[in-house]
């Protein structure tokens, strides 16, 4: 069946002949650089990462770094979320101006004549979770090539593992304003106060970590099996998520879900 959906995936990717790739440096963004650069070559092929108050140093350095050890061209372009008018408003739609403006960012590229296409990291499990960012790429004319095969999530990481792809086992990410609880304004500051306290625990050697924010107070999402690294530094990290500008700390013993905010949505 994989073998199947890679070879629909070549074949899309044959028919547009030239791609500008959204590319995070997550699993899916990067097994799609792969696999394009693979199948156009990497003359027709480049990829773009945007550095934005939303987006982990962090992240951004390993995008480099992956761009490099896959050999891409690669560029970096500055965008600001906050920018954007309704965006810090922190609506159940802002998903949908984040890649709005990411893609007027990147569609202007293709009037250079030497890329075809737009494309981004979508895959078959956002059909199931709410995602009105892929309403921002169909009105732009941006491409799934992921979704378009038929590919999930386990499957790409497979298929990541046997092309050698250091991103085969990277836990999922998602940008920082996805922390802050649905309503709450997004600022600068509360982006700095996720991104410090999460990159502090995971200096702790947990790997998947989401410190969602609900006003003044951190609801930390890890793997039940971490939780007791948690309760073993408890302390130390009641100070330092202080020390970031949160009140209060606590440990949701549901444990990490994907799109947790998500659930008021829901109700």
Known sequence: MM???LAKLKSILQEMDSVVVAFSGGVDSTFL????MDTLGMDRVLAVT?????YP????????????????????????????PGYAENTKNRCYFCKSSLFDHLTPILEGDVYQNVIYGAIADDLNEFRPGMQAAKEQGVRGPLLEAGLYKHEIRQLSKELGLPTWDKPSFACLSSRIAYGEKITAEKL???????????????RQV????????ARIEVEPDDMKIILQH?????????EY?????????????????????MV
């Open 50 to 54: 945007a550095d934005s108050e939303t």
């Open 192 to 206: 700095t106060k996720v991104e410090k306290s999460e990159a502090y625990l995971k200096s702790l050697h947990i």
């Open 234 to 242: 408890h302390e130390i990290i009641v100070n330092k998520f202080q």
């Open 33 to 36: 650089l792969k696999v394009a």
């Open 245 to 265: 500008g949160y009140k209060f700390v606590t440990l949701d013993l549901i444990g990490y879900q994907s799109g947790s905010m998500n659930k008021v949505l």
């Open 3 to 5: 073998t199947t959906k």
């Open 57 to 84: 140093s962090a992240e951004l350095e390993e995008a480099k770094e992956l761009a490099v050890l896959m050999g891409a061209k690669h560029e970096v372009i500055e965008t600001s979320e906050l920018a954007i």
């Open 210 to 217: 989401r410190v969602r924010t609900h006003q003044d107070t």
